[in-house]
């Protein structure tokens, strides 16, 4: 029985370092695949001569293939495992502060309120598009959370119903403002809206890395202070974790996540839903392992899925409807399983 438990203990563990190490093959099977094909050999050698200008394969490196890879490829699979480990980590977090099942970045409307923020910076040009979808974010979250919040107590249900509402408002905000755009711009507003990377530059990732890189150190440092506020506000004070503090540091990250990645990628839903259930799933419901986990496999989830968008068909579909297919009928079997669940 022990040599059983630990066998399994061993397998586990040994799911969980290559979890962790996965990103690395994927992010280099992304950079080969595409309309112009790459080996892994020219790719590692394409970055070590941008980087040092020494190749270790003694690949002959062409111009085109430099260009195809540095100049388009790269950066696009970068901002596809930035965004994906944003979202999945701003999903975990929200789902274990507010002990549900079902809320992420797009079930509470955050991610409908960062996208009006940046088109309405983009449209009107008022304020960095960064700090309007992070701005319009926090509205979102203040918003939803204030509606669904009845005697200090916040039900499944209330906190989804109070997401839809909100998202159904930002939604028609940013339809309002699609009538007042340039027609020229207008198209590629409504394809952004979608979820897309087709539009990635070096540019976007430097503007949003920053915004990225302090919501994740946020949430990293804080996250063994997740398992103490998932056991509720009461059990956090007697443990001695002021509630109202962390989870206002934790929100804060968490909306800083989603809001950077909306704002440079449009609205890409449910990976905040599914990749923190999938590693709650395999290794449990502690936090000091379920963010780093999350973010690995939701880095890597977003590039696959992004590889296809790009390379399925002759023309490109955003990365949003295929990350709304597959992840409606996960959301649609954790609907029916929460209160079996005893998450109420």
């Not at 339809?175 to 507003?189: C, E, R, T």
Request: charged share 15%.
């Amino acid at each position: 029985m022990e040599r059983r438990k630990f066998d399994k203990s061993s397998k586990r563990r040994s799911l969980e370092i290559c979890l962790y190490f996965i990103p690395i093959p994927v992010f280099l099977t992304a950079l080969c695949i595409g309309a112009y094909k790459l080996r892994i050999t020219e790719v590692i050698d394409i970055i070590l001569y941008k980087i040092c200008g020494y190749t270790l394969f003694d690949s002959r490196l062409k111009a085109l293939a430099v260009k195809a890879l540095f100049d388009i490829r790269l950066p696009r699979v970068i901002l596809s495992m930035l965004v994906g480990a944003a979202l999945s980590v701003s999903g975990a977090s929200f789902q274990s502060i507010m002990k549900n099942p079902l809320v992420e970045p797009y079930t509470l409307g955050v991610s409908s309120g960062a996208a009006f923020g940046a088109a309405f910076s983009m449209a009107f040009s008022l304020m960095p598009v960064q700090i309007s979808a992070f701005a319009f974010a926090m509205l979102s979250i203040a918003l939803c959370y204030g509606i669904a919040r009845q005697k200090e107590q916040l039900s499944v249900i209330s906190l989804i119903l109070a997401g839809i509402v909100i998202s159904s408002i930002f939604t028609a905000a940013l339809s309002a403002i699609q009538l007042f755009v340039d027609p020229l711009k207008l198209q590629g507003l409504i394809f952004w809206t979608m979820g897309a990377f087709y539009t990635t530059t070096w540019s976007k990732v430097f503007s949003s890395v920053g915004f990225m890189a302090a919501g994740f150190a946020l949430i990293f440092i804080f996250r063994w202070k997740l398992n103490i506020l998932s056991l509720g506000d009461q059990e956090a004070k007697i443990l001695g974790v002021n509630p109202a503090l962390y989870k206002g540091i934790i929100i804060f990250a968490a909306t800083l996540l989603a809001s950077s990645s909306v704002a440079v990628t449009g609205i890409i839903s449910l990976v905040g839903l599914m990749i923190p259930h999938v590693c709650r799933m395999l290794f449990g419901p502690d936090n000091k392992k379920l963010v780093p986990l999350s973010m690995a496999l939701g880095a890597s989830y977003l590039t696959v899925v992004d590889t296809f968008a790009r390379n399925l068909f002759t023309f490109e579909i955003p990365v949003g409807i295929f990350t709304t297919f597959l992840g409606a009928p996960f959301f649609i079997i954790l609907l029916r399983k929460v209160r079996s669940a005893g998450w109420n």
